[in-house]
């Protein structure tokens, strides 16, 4: 059974891995062909380089699916699975042997969303506005609890946003001079965009006189503040959401509470990162049965059609639960897993039908 083990492990290993990077290199190629040409060829090839972990997140699950179906399939066409059949080594013995390898490369999935992507995310938005889009004042950094951003000779600490209120909860904004030293402050507890300028609610004002280095503070009820960010500018605060780990995002979800703040679209990020984690092996149970019965047909070019069948359908209804989660129709633990267990039922009823 070792030798049997090591050759089947070999076999789909070896099937996993030219998926994997086979559909990598599919994903990044079509990405540099059908990016808008606002951007050099450099600029494509560095951005999409950037985006190489997040591609192999995306296809790990079809890599499991067709590693799964053209493995099985192989060992069935030459009847080796006959053989181990014979044997008394059904086929429940060769998916323990294929599971443990699925299993690690969905926890590598994992590692990869919470270790990995958020640092490839921050390099990449750093290329983003410094390079592409010249900005070199630019900084943005959201952290658990805090959010700071830098333009021209502001810099901004916002502990919440609300982007669908336009919004923010607790703001702190600082003006530099050209040399860059600190000539006013403004904390506010709230700060609302009314047509062309932000509207400061219950704060302080403190200029810091340069020529006797004291600080001059006033409060105020209400003040406002013209400056050239709108909420479209910090509505790009959800898309660096994306650079926090798993711990800081739980963190920052809990602190919206808090405030007041809509946070589903927010919780329903946090689950998918668990849920797309756990679909490769969705894929790998729902593949065995298709590889095993048809197999024997020899016919591995319509077992394929049948993997981007089942992966396209799979994305369909994974996408469209995902928006209904954004959307509020659907509670965020449901839209991010209700298509996994649709399909992992499927696969079930699929393996206890399945004869060998």
């Known amino acids: 059974m070792q030798i049997l083990a090591r050759y089947i492990t070999g076999a789909y290993f070896r099937n996993l891995v030219l998926s994997t990077s086979g559909l990598v290199v599919l994903f990044f190629f079509q990405s540099v062909i059908t990016q808008i040409n606002d951007y050099t060829l450099a600029q494509k090839v560095i951005m999409n380089l950037y985006d190489l972990p997040g591609m192999w997140v ?7 699916l067709m590693a799964t179906i053209l493995t099985l399939s192989a060992l069935s066409k030459t009847n080796e699975l006959v053989a181990c059949y014979s044997i008394g080594i059904g086929i429940q013995q060769v998916m323990s042997v294929l599971f443990p390898i699925v299993f690690v490369f969905s926890c590598l999935s994992l590692v990869m969303q919470d270790r990995i992507l958020p640092a490839v ?8 506005w410094k390079e592409i889009k010249k900005r070199q004042d630019f900084y943005l950094d959201v952290k658990q609890e805090k959010i700071w951003y830098r333009s021209n000779r502001y810099i901004y600490h916002l502990r919440n946003f609300d982007p669908e209120h336009g919004r923010i909860v607790g703001i702190g904004v600082y003006e530099f001079d050209d040399a860059f030293n600190l000539k006013e402050e403004l904390q506010a507890e709230e ?25 001059e503070s006033e409060s105020f009820v209400s003040r406002s503040l013209t400056i050239r960010e709108t909420p479209k ?12 780990r798993i711990k800081d995002l739980i963190r920052f979800i809990r602190s919206n509470r808090e405030s007041g703040i809509d946070s589903k679209g927010l919780e329903v990020k946090l689950q998918s990162r668990f849920s797309m984690s756990f679909i490769p ?36 209804s994974y996408s469209i639960s995902m928006s ?12 991010a897993w209700a298509p996994s267990v649709i399909f992992g039922f499927l696969a079930l009823y699929l393996l206890r039908r399945m004869k060998v």
């Open 191 to 215: 700060a609302v965009f009314k047509g062309d300028s932000w509207e400061l609610r219950k704060g302080r004002k403190t200029n810091f006189n340069p020529k006797t280095g004291f600080p």
């Open 281 to 316: 092996l969705i894929m790998f149970f729902l593949a065995i049965p298709f590889a095993v019965s048809r197999g024997r047909e020899g016919r591995t070019g319509k077992d394929l059609v049948i993997a981007f069948a089942i992966t396209f359908f799979y994305w369909l």
């Open 58 to 64: 995306m296809v790990a699950p079809p890599a499991v």
């Open 121 to 128: 995310n921050e390099k990449k938005s750093l290329f983003y």
């Open 233 to 244: 500018d910090f509505k790009m605060i959800e898309k660096e959401v994306d650079r926090l």
């Open 324 to 335: 209904l989660g954004q959307n509020g129709a659907l509670p965020p633990a449901a839209a």
